[in-house]
């Protein structure tokens, strides 16, 4: 350790935010619940976002900026589009290190030093934290929403890649999981001992509640990885549906390497013209097209949180979801429909009783489920506390 900080002020400690994941042009959902939860936080203290990007054909550059109302200092690098995987990998390894102690040197300069560093999703950024730790003394907190802790990713990496990772956690002040679910795993993975859960943000609780939506017309959001997502699924249990006589149709909003083999499979089932596919939308689109929805379906083998359930309910709309993790924290009887992970059938039965049943579906009670605890209000006062927190337990 170099030199140490002035200690933080304990109302409004000036958090540095380093976050693996963040919307942009090509994808404006990747990442925009970590960028929530960070305006949450920026409405009680001073933040600084640290976002390294990679851009193939693109130079190195680093600039502040403002956007979405956050001081961001953007680091560009190129990346490398090698076909030989442990060249590029290693290669943008070195690119990512140098546009981040870019970056972190026009914070120095611009923004001033931080109090404390907050990681959004391992590993680059967590490293970059510990190594601020080590030259400046500047603790961090590590804030975990990964699947794959769930889905036997970590599980299957290497006892290298788990040595480098159980001392990143070890030597944070700090840990948040964004439900008690995966809370527990990392104890289970003998990540830590102990964590604070901290929601996502709903977004929507502050918008009109729109009326209930037609009957049999469903809606899924998710990228369209499907052997996370199981779109798949949903598209059969649609045609298996119609087959018994149901007038359904579902909208897809979401973008991904299996797009194609999913439109195939609708027209295979013989059912395109029931599907529309939008792609990628920006989150406001995402609630706007929602409006207009009955239900929403979240089929996924596995889900940490689930904002599209949150988001569905605070605008009023049933939900059918697997219990895959996440949306067990949301859904009752009360305003959806519960269903095992990867039951077609069971799908298909779900979306015929909500159909039958859509009248039964109270828009202003459902969006009463989503309680206060999810509002950006509620978020970004836990983060401040466990802030405040970790730096009293350093000085």
């Not at 030989?84 to 690119?95: A, F, I, T």
């Not at 993975?189 to 859960?197: H, I, N, P």
């Not at 199981?230 to 149901?246: T, Y």
């Not at 269903?339 to 779900?350: N, R």
């Amino acid at each position: 350790m170099h030199s140490s900080p002035s200690a933080a002020p304990a109302a409004s400690p000036h958090v540095l935010v380093i976050p693996k994941w963040w919307p942009h042009a090509r994808d404006p959902q990747l990442g925009d619940f970590l960028r929530k939860q960070v305006q949450a936080v920026a409405v009680f203290t001073k933040v600084t976002v640290l976002l390294v990007e990679a851009e193939p054909g693109l130079p190195h550059a680093t600039e502040l900026i403002e956007a979405d109302g956050l001081q961001v200092v953007r680091s560009r690098y190129r990346a490398s589009r090698s076909a030989v995987m442990p060249w590029r990998k290693g290669v943008n390894l070195v690119r990512y290190w140098r546009a981040a102690m870019a970056g972190w040197r026009l914070v120095l300069a611009e923004r001033g030093t931080p109090h404390l560093v907050h990681v959004h999703i391992l590993v680059r950024p967590a490293l970059v934290a510990r190594w601020i730790k080590w030259r400046h003394g500047i603790p961090y907190i590590l804030s975990e929403q990964s699947s794959g802790y769930m889905d036997g990713t970590y599980q299957r990496r290497g006892a290298l890649f788990h040595r480098v990772n159980q001392w990143l956690f070890r030597d944070a002040v700090g840990i948040t999981a964004v439900s008690a679910w995966l809370g527990d795993q990392l104890v289970k993975l003998g990540l830590c001992t102990r964590y604070d859960v901290v929601p996502n943000v709903v977004p929507g609780l502050d918008r009109p509640l729109p009326p209930r939506g037609p009957a049999g017309h469903f809606m899924v959001v998710a990228d369209l990885v499907d052997r996370t997502k199981n779109v798949s699924g949903v598209i059969k249990a649609l045609a298996q549906g119609m087959r018994q006589g149901a007038d359904l149709r579902l909208t897809i909003i979401g973008d991904g390497p299996d797009r194609r083999m999913l439109e195939e499979l609708a027209q295979q089932e013989g059912i395109g013209e029931r599907i529309t596919f939008l792609g990628r939308l920006p989150n406001t689109g995402v609630l706007e097209h929602m409006t207009h929805t009955g239900t929403v379906i979240i089929n996924s083998n596995v889900e940490t949180f689930s904002v599209v359930t949150g988001e569905a309910l605070a605008q009023g709309k049933p939900v059918i979801a697997t219990r895959c993790g996440g949306p067990q924290g949301f859904v009752t009887p009360d305003n959806g429909i519960l269903i095992p992970v990867g039951d077609t059938e069971a799908l298909t039965e779900a979306m015929l009783t909500i159909t039958r049943n859509a009248s039964a579906y109270d828009p202003v009670a459902i969006r009463a489920t989503v309680n206060e605890r999810f509002s950006p209000q509620a978020v970004g006062r836990a983060f401040l506390k466990i802030h405040q927190r970790s730096l009293g337990a350093t000085v």
